[in-house]
């Protein structure tokens, strides 16, 4: 087999691969064991043709093509992984000579990542934050228990801080106009519970059923939602009903009433457990992502735009169903971020940009650490999600091809980031 090989562009790759018949010989023989299975010549169990048969009775329209298109795939895939070509599409390709199984000559074009120059990573040092869970936290964690577990008597009086009460509210804006997402129908809220923008729940202290009030806020300027962060928004309330909460002692019984336990203090401990492992979860994740930042920064990658398109498509696609989970539509989100469609992408390309990077920097550090997942390793996972999902459906999801071709790259790159980690931290 010859290989001409040129880069018209940084990202872009051109071949010319020329296969003579010893190239060809075991492309054909794999094609007429394929084919095997569909000739059908007297005296011959189906499927036990000889191949030599196979050759003679079979449509040789069907054969050139068959063997065309997997000749060219085997060869093609052959000179990428022995160039080292880091391929983001399929290739265009154009057959310029094909003799019948000993000659075929043809050009592939494909769009590729362009060099990746990392950093001396392993010189790195970040020191792993330590956590820590405060009596104070379980403290919050038991209230927020008791609160969930406390019995509610409608009361007639004015309300006051750690009362319920459900409201109507509208929220409109300086123009008279009413503002998406700021208002609600039965809407329970706990005073105190800050749950709601700076200075809407005291404006609620003191009121009684019945009772409406009309009171202006301006927004945070780190709102959420751009178009009302740092605006005033006029809000009319109508008290629905006010209850009070009379919250369950905390003692044994409440320990039992709560889950498995025998006493206080096991509930207390199971807290402060839970809170730990959850803190340390987090922490590892964003020192992992720090970590992996840093790198990137410091590495040079030529990204081909096409990847960087496909990132800001899968980030709008996840941002889209959130909304839907909302009750609010696209168009209605646009409107409240006070963006067009095109300008929305553009807010999404450099974030777009970063994790690409990101994962193009940890699949380098990967292959250059000779890293990979085995066999065993992904029947394993795969095996321990099973055991988590007992729905038929799901764990059919998890035979597909594709998604264990997605969990193999989640396993490879825990193994990257454990590996840099043991780096950075010696």
Known sequence: MQVKKSFPEDMLAELTISANQADLEPIKQHVLKHLQKRV??????????????????VDQNVMQTEFIEEAINHLYMSVAKELRLKPVAQPEVSVKKFVPYSELEFEAKVEIIGDIKLPNYKQIKKAKPTVTVT??????????????????KTVERASKDGDEIWIDFTGKDAKGEPV???????????????????????????????????????????YGVKAIAGT????????????????????DAFAVQSGPFKTLAELKSD?????????????DKAYENELVTEIA???????????????????????????????????????????????????????????????????????AEGLNVTPDELEVRLQLLKGQYKDAAM?????????????ASQI?????????TDYVTK
């Open 40 to 57: 059908k010549v007297a005296g011959f169990r189906e499927g036990n043709v000889p191949l030599a048969l196979v050759e003679k009775n």
């Open 135 to 152: 009596a104070d936290d379980v403290k919050d964690v038991l209230q927020n228990l008791q609160l969930r577990a406390a019995d509610k």
């Open 180 to 222: 998406n997402g700021a208002d609600g129908k039965d809407y329970p809220l706990i005073l105190g519970s800050n749950t709601f923008i700076p200075g809407f729940e005291p404006n609620l202290m003191g009121l009684k059923t019945g009772d409406e009030k009309t009171f202006t806020l301006k927004f945070p300027k780190d």
């Open 232 to 251: 005033s928004v006029t809000f009319a309330v109508t008290v629905k009903k006010v209850q009070e909460l009379v919250p369950p002692k905390l003692d």
């Open 271 to 283: 807290i402060k457990k839970q809170l730990t492992q959850q803190r340390q979860y987090d922490s």
């Open 297 to 367: 920064a410091q590495a040079k990658v030529a990204i081909p735009k096409r990847l960087i398109d496909e990132q800001v498509a899968r980030l709008e696609e996840e941002e889209r169903r959130n909304l839907t989970y909302r009750g609010q539509t696209w168009e209605e989100h646009l409107k409240d971020e006070g963006v067009t469609a095109e300008e929305h992408r553009a807010q999404k390309r450099p974030a777009a940009t970063e994790s690409v990077k990101a994962g193009l920097v940890l699949s380098e550090i990967a292959e």
């Open 395 to 407: 764990q059919g999801e998890l035979d597909k091809p594709e998604n264990q071709r997605d969990i």
């Open 412 to 420: 490879l790159t825990e193994k990257t980031l454990s590996k840099l």
